[in-house]
């Protein structure tokens, strides 16, 4: 039987919560990126953009994008998780994909 999209939802849920208890799904898959100032660089301009275009993509003001790019700041938390996707391709793409916001997407550490 087809799982329907709610399953797949809750199947996603379920291995998070194992996860997090320290039982994970032997099937998981764990990825770590490294997320330094020439990778946050690299996103954005693989992405074709600037840095002020970057920014808003980002959740993240002009100056944490550049701090960021000097290696002042890092990435934590959900800033951290972001800054993969946005370098997908397409993900950051003039045409759409990122979405913006005032917000910060996350907290970046340092300066």
């Known amino acids: 039987m087809k799982m329907t999209d ?3 939802l809750v199947a996603g849920l379920e291995d998070a919560l194992a996860y997090a208890k320290g039982q994970p799904n032997p099937e998981t898959r764990e990825t770590a ?18 840095q002020q275009e970057f920014a808003p ?11 960021g790019e000097r290696g002042e700041r890092n990435p934590s938390g959900a800033a951290r998780m972001l800054a993969p996707i946005l370098a997908r391709p397409g993900a950051g793409s003039r045409g759409g994909g990122a979405g ?3 917000a910060e997407a996350g907290r970046w550490e340092g300066g």
């Open 6 to 8: 709610f399953d797949v």
């Open 33 to 50: 990126v490294e997320v330094d100032r020439t990778f946050v660089a690299a996103a954005r301009l693989e992405a074709g953009l600037t």
């Open 57 to 67: 993509a980002a959740g993240a003001s002009l100056g944490t994008v550049r701090k």
């Open 100 to 102: 913006g916001g005032d």
